[in-house]
Structure formats: structure tokens, C-alpha cells
């Protein structure tokens, strides 16, 4: 069983930075896509960005630029280093694993990103 636990999340002004880790216990880390993703208050779940086993790195639009997403296999954790962060950030952030091999995937239990004006 792979647990998820993020961390980092937390009240910034406009244009701060934050950054989020996330710990994956058990499980074999260095196979995982691991994805960071996010949902605001009545809106869906958005991928912010993920990094493939082999370190490509995709991000979605309104974040190139800003977030950078980065794994350490070694310590089994994925962070998100988020700059020049807007209110439109706002959301809970979700860290997700994902074994392409099998279709597997778990979620961690979110952390929240608050950015006010």
C-alpha cells in the first residue's frame, strides 16, 4: 500500500512562493508518474503539473513559468516549487501517483495553498 502525505500548503500574499513536498511511503517510487494536482472551490480537479519516471515534466498553461515540479527519488518525494503565485491559485493541491505499467494510481489527502490580493 503506497501512502501519499503532502505538505507545504499554506496563506501567501500575491506574488509569493510556496513549496510543496510530497512523501511517498511504501511502493516503488522511481516507476510512479507523479503529478501534482488541483481544485478550487467549485470547480474540477486540474492537473498542475507531473514528472514522468524519466524527468519530463509537463505543466498546464496558466503555471508555465511560475511552478516547477521536481522529484528526488532517493528520498521518495515530489515537490512543487510555486512562484509569483496569484489568487487564481487558490485551491487544494493534490499529489497523485501513477504506474502507467499496471494503471494504478493513489491520491494523497491535499494541502491547501491559499494566496490573497
Known amino acids: 500500500q503506497v501512502q501519499l502525505v503532502e505538505s507545504g500548503g499554506g496563506l501567501v500574499q500575491f506574488g509569493g512562493s510556496l513549496r510543496l513536498s510530497c512523501a511517498a511511503s511504501?511502493?516503488?517510487?522511481?516507476?510512479?508518474?507523479m503529478g501534482w494536482h488541483r481544485q478550487a472551490p467549485g470547480k474540477q480537479r486540474e492537473l498542475v503539473a507531473n514528472i514522468q519516471r524519466d524527468g519530463t515534466t509537463t505543466y498546464v498553461d496558466s503555471v508555465k513559468g511560475r511552478f516547477t515540479i521536481s522529484r528526488d527519488n532517493t528520498k521518495k518525494t515530489v515537490y512543487l516549487e510555486m512562484n509569483s503565485l496569484k489568487p487564481e491559485d487558490t485551491a487544494v493541491y493534490y499529489c497523485k501517483a501513477f504506474w502507467s505499467t499496471t494503471g494504478w494510481y493513489s491520491w494523497g489527502q491535499g494541502t491547501q495553498v491559499t494566496v490573497s490580493s
Open positions: 511504501g511502493g516503488i517510487f522511481n516507476v510512479y508518474t
